[in-house]
């Protein structure tokens, strides 16, 4: 019930306009089956009315589940997001392990408020970096863009065209069913040969 009123209380937030939500969640696979249900049934909860909502896992933690689950619910698979990692609460995990130790003999409300003191301390210094940090991952990303393009140009004059086509045909076909229905997105998977008639 809490990470459903939270959602719902974030979606509500400032969304004029916007019909798409993406939400990266460890466990979105388990959560999402049932959330339109569980908003419908209970009078504290709503979302923005026709607001495509999206259920992915980053990839810190998708590796640690079901093979269907990545085909399903990776970044990767969906058009316009691609290499995320999906994760913010991780990354300062091993900055506060360090402050547990000193923090085990507080009382409670001191150890929240040292706690939250070191999270507005890594907040602040994540600001003041923010621009350089954003440039860089921009530079990256068109460097293997351009790398990207080079190969995927290279194996477009190998394959041939009707090939091709068919494959687009299928790709198209299984992201507008993944709205309804996410089995449509196991073309992708390779490793169990499900995917082997898109090869």
Not at 161 to 186: N, V
Request: glycine share 6%.
């Amino acid at each position: 019930m809490n990470m459903d009123y939270s959602l719902c209380q974030a979606l509500k937030y400032n969304m004029d306009g916007i019909s798409r939500a993406v939400i990266c969640y460890d466990i979105a696979c388990q959560y999402f089956i049932h959330f339109h249900d569980r908003v419908q049934q209970n009078d504290h909860l709503e979302i923005p009315p026709n607001l495509n909502i999206e259920g992915l896992i980053g990839h810190f933690h998708i590796n640690g589940h079901q093979d269907k689950c990545y085909t399903r619910h990776s970044p990767y698979f969906v058009p316009g997001i691609g290499k995320i990692d999906g994760e913010i609460i991780e990354t300062l995990w091993s900055q506060l392990n360090e402050v547990a130790g000193s923090t085990r003999s507080m009382s409670k409300f001191h150890r929240r408020e040292t706690l939250d003191d070191h999270m507005n301390d890594s907040n602040w210094k994540k600001h003041l970096r923010m621009t350089g940090a954003l440039t860089e991952k921009l530079k990256s990303a068109q460097a293997e863009v351009q790398d990207a393009t080079e190969f995927f140009e290279g194996l477009t004059e190998e394959t041939e065209p009707e090939l091709i086509r068919e494959w687009q045909t299928l790709e198209r076909k299984a992201l507008r069913q993944r709205q309804t229905d996410l089995d449509a997105m196991e073309i992708f998977d390779m490793t169990a040969g499900r995917g082997n008639y898109l090869i």
